[in-house]
């Protein structure tokens, strides 16, 4: 019997990332499932080379650097089936015409969530020893604190508070189970039994807020969960809380945090920011009270090719005939980080 068509595919992203996405033995794979031109990548749908392209396209391989697919994207490309993203979400990738034209979406967002997960961990540990502030008076006293003045440093009780159960968020959980910590967890989807089965107590939002000493951001960014901590919120933080944000600017109000963190009422550990990046002048840059790191909690160097290995198990299994296993389905979006 003759060995089945293979689906017609193309890289769609910024092609920096092919090498640590897809390293030799993965693109070998990719090769093997998929009738694919390694050195065509695709960045300008509006190319009319890029519309010859998409005319025969079924697979789309996107990551990073990739356009949205609007109406002008999918009408260009008929044959389109799959979208196979090698990355995190998908939110800003795809719109209604493409769910109403039926094609399958898959993400590597699963992935991706696991070293943001970990960096969350490492910095709620940090935070409950106080690392970031006795580094900064290290360094200007080059001397050890009295006693005296860590008797609030550990880890032991800390009440940890996990907005949004997540992809990262649910790992986050796993990963805090080892500690001896106490964890709330707010998430309008979840059940207290399912919370219970997480390793966390179902809450409200502002009760995790003001019971939490440190308080980890993992919900969505979609209009309902727009600026959800704002001034009053905020405020319900005890003094000297802590504010973890991995997930997306847009969830804090930008000037009710600087005002409290200016004031030195709270601590933060800020990868994502409103705007991103800050701008030069942000006094967020030099307050020793924030450690702000440059959106690297994700996927970066040689974890991106985890996220190359989801998408060729994705290809391997469309090429098959099988299910995609990460597929993202329209109401997804509305819950899922």
Known sequence: MPSPQLPRAVFAMDPVHLPLLF???????????????????????????????????EVLITGWGCPSLDADVLTAAP????????????RSLVGEELWERGISVSSAVTGNALPVAEYTLAMILLAGKDAFTQRERFRTTHAYPPLTETAHIGN???????IGASRVGRRLLELLRP????????????SPVEATALGAQL?????????????????????ETYRMLDAGRLALIRDGGVLINTSRGALVDPDALT?????????????????????????????PNVFLTPHIAGSLGNELERLGRIVVEELERVASGGALVHEVRHADLTRVA
Do not use: K, N, W
């Open 23 to 57: 390293p030799p033995a993965l693109m070998a794979r990719l090769r093997q499932g998929a009738d694919l031109d390694p050195g065509l990548v695709l960045r300008d749908f509006t190319d009319p080379e890029a519309a010859e392209v998409l005319a025969t396209t």
């Open 79 to 90: 044959r389109l089936r799959t979208v196979l993203h090698a990355a995190g979400s998908v």
């Open 156 to 162: 032991l009780g800390r009440r940890i508070g996990v």
């Open 179 to 190: 500690f001896d910590f106490t964890v709330l967890l707010h998430d309008p989807y979840v």
């Open 203 to 223: 809450v409200s939002l502002d009760d995790l807020l003001s019971q939490c000493d440190i308080v980890s951001l993992h919900a969505p960014d979609i209009p």
């Open 259 to 287: 005002d409290e963190l200016v004031a030195g009422r709270l601590y933060a550990v800020l990868d994502v920011t409103e705007p991103e990046p800050l701008p030069a002048g942000s006094p967020l840059y030099r307050l």
